[in-house]
């Protein structure tokens, strides 16, 4: 069986998630794929911090090592921020390799010009995981773009600020105990600010964007508020209202994009008022479906290594018919 | 261009609304699979009855006329019933044509032997329309299942009942009165058995089963319960609640399927609790991404006309590269 070998950049959660689940389910991916994967390399950025057990792996600081092994033919990213993710990423494409990336941040910006260094390479980029974590959003908004047209998609994007607002709602939290409770929890980061500041949230809507219309508004056009200036009293007295962070972006007929990123107060008839805790949410209005919602997990190391496993496993499907049509 | 010749079956609802959309989209088609496709072909039950005008295309009540046809490629089924659904599409695969069915009925109990019939002879199948009209819940479970493993699928599977329960609950109307709106609606059928018994849910379910679990239950283990008995006292009685009519099947640790069909009492923390209307919704619970809960339009010309042509230009996508390596 011929041998898909691959390199996961960065080792944190999500990381490890893909190692985990390659590892679990190896003979289940040779059967559907036809191919045996390798995870041959893994780049750190801190070497002697302690982490899980990786046989025959190795282990390294140097992207230098990781672009150094022969034939490589994948690399998952995993990686914090903008940079060294897209110089990584983009130095993997011109060498002919196929990428899968969670980084939200850095495909927002940098999406575009990959997604076209890929086409004109032959390449394929995976980011199902940018983007509502589990929720498996791009590719169903790949599919119906296949004879029909998206109009607009609405989501709860960031599950953070939907569990802040479920707490404060429901158990009567200040925004700050309510944050801090993400944060003992593991949802919000050590600097929750990209989270509550609405930053999070926005820069998925772009992904997605560029998914449904081909391009993105002007990033300055967008007004973006987040969930930092809700008070306890606010939550509290819309009493059969529930507040809801609600990233939107339309397309009008002439191919216009508008958009906004807010808190909304909303009631039980909006899909999302039912929506508690760190769930995401989205909905995507077409041409002829009407109105579909997706619901499900929007961060957490399994949800998302198994987005981006599932991305692998597409890849390596194309690479196969790609293999006996070459 | 190469042309796909495609012949429908049934010229109702479902059968029109196919017929309007690759009409509608037939450039955007060409574009994205490579082939032109062109009706040559419907079969009709009464052939004096007045129905939309379509230039150029044989209407006949004759299915030897429909596969007289030279070089048909591709059957679309849209009749209502098992028979002669299921004697059509097995004589169509076993001519080597293509087969896309929204038959609920027919596919609950010929679906196994069609699609074991269609692998043999190296043809394909779509059945997205059979279950949950416009949600593309076929299309996400067959995604899922690379490289993740579905352990319970719950679903509103039956828009009538759902439309029926919602307005008992928000208007007081009685069973009586509710289901009489649907008909007026056009919701329900004028035979509306299948939907209040739960029938239609359970075939739903048991094409869900299948796709998920490679296998359905033996039917007559499954206790399958309508909204036919549920009283307008009964659903203004439970103040907090809602009455959801819910098909569910979940597979143990030793492959063992079980299952039911019935009206369930839920509460606010449940993702069906805000499904009002027509609406259908699935959640399914998987291995690695938790719960992924999808909702939208159960049923109507477009969302199911849509899921169609949704299977063709798939299916159009892999015919061409069956082309390319032949």
Tied chains: 1, 2.
Excluded: C
Excluded at 289 to 307: D, K, N, R
């Amino acid at each position: 069986m011929p041998t898909i070998k691959a390199a996961i950049l960065g080792f944190g959660t999500v990381g490890e998630g893909i190692y985990r689940i390659i590892n679990e389910k190896k003979k289940e991916i040779e059967q559907q794929t036809g191919f045996t994967i390798e995870i041959a390399t893994i780049l750190v950025r801190d070497i002697a911090k302690k982490r899980i057990s990786t046989p025959g792996v190795q282990v390294t600081d140097d992207i230098r090592e990781v672009f150094g092994q022969p034939q490589l033919d994948i690399v998952f990213e995993a990686i914090v921020g903008e940079e060294p993710a897209y110089t990584y990423l983009s130095e993997a494409i011109a060498k002919g390799y196929d990428v899968i990336t969670a980084n939200k941040t850095m495909f927002a910006t940098h999406g575009p010009a990959l997604l076209q260094q890929a086409e004109e390479k032959g390449g394929h980029i995976g980011f199902e995981a940018t983007t509502a974590g589990g929720v498996p959003i791009i590719q169903t908004v790949k599919n119906l773009l296949t004879g029909d047209r998206v109009h607009r998609i609405q989501g709860i994007l960031n599950g953070t600020s939907n569990f802040i607002l479920t707490k404060m709602r429901k158990e009567g939290l200040s925004f700050k105990a309510a944050l801090q409770e993400a944060q003992n929890l593991g949802y919000a980061e050590a600097d929750p600010t990209d989270d509550i500041s609405g930053k999070d949230a926005f820069r998925k809507l772009m992904i997605l964007s560029q998914l449904a219309f081909g391009k993105q508004p002007e990033w300055k056009t967008i007004d973006i508020q987040g969930i930092d200036k809700i008070k306890l009293e606010d939550v509290l007295e819309a009493t059969n209202l529930h507040y809801r962070h609600i990233a939107d972006i339309e397309i009008d007929e002439n191919g216009n994009l508008s958009g906004s990123v807010a808190p909304v107060l909303i009631g039980p008839d909006h899909p999302f008022y039912g929506i508690d805790g760190v769930d995401n949410a989205i909905i995507v209005e077409t041409e002829y479906l009407g109105a579909l919602t997706l619901v499900g997990p929007g961060a957490g190391m399994y949800p998302t290594g198994s987005a981006m496993v599932n991305d692998f496993i597409r890849i390596a499907g194309v690479r196969k018919k790609e293999l006996i049509t070459s």
